[in-house]
Nanobody
Framework: QVQLVESGGGLVQPGGSLRLSCAAS????????MGWYRQAPKNERELVAT???????DYADSVKGRFTIARDYAHNTVYLQMNSLKPEDTAVYYC?????????????????WGQGTQVTVSS
């Protein structure tokens, strides 16, 4: 079906920046939504940012003004630029994608998650 491969996580000091990338591959017919979620220890997975085809992006209140999501439609890739990082941003970040894949010329819905990438903000 559709696979998502993430990259770009790591360790950064408070106030620093990181850029996450997520590339979707497979028999993709169309992508409707790409986004990022995160899960900190002992917390539930929460929405960080999403971007729908043709719409403005949505952000969690906690990251507005600091994070920017962007899509490369030609390469089925989504990015998350994270600036002014805080310790409370520490989490595993997951890429998420909704759309349709080509199954013998029949579009079928997919709902895929990446494997997750660790982001740690600490001095």
């Amino acid at each position: 079906q559709v696979q998502l491969v993430e990259s770009g996580g790591g360790l950064v000091q408070p106030g620093g920046s990181l850029r996450l990338s997520c590339a979707a591959s497979g028999n993709i017919f169309s992508i409707n939504v790409m986004g990022w979620y995160r899960q900190a220890p002992k917390n539930e997975r929460e929405l960080v940012a999403t971007i729908r085809s043709g719409d403005d992006p949505d952000y969690a209140d906690s990251v507005k003004g600091r994070f920017t999501i962007a899509r490369d439609y030609a390469h089925n890739t989504v990015y998350l630029q994270m600036n002014s990082l805080k310790p409370e941003d520490t989490a595993v970040y997951y890429c998420h994608c909704l759309g349709f894949y080509d199954s013998n010329s029949i579009p079928k819905r997919f709902d895929s998650w990446g494997q997750g990438t660790q982001v740690t903000v600490s001095s």
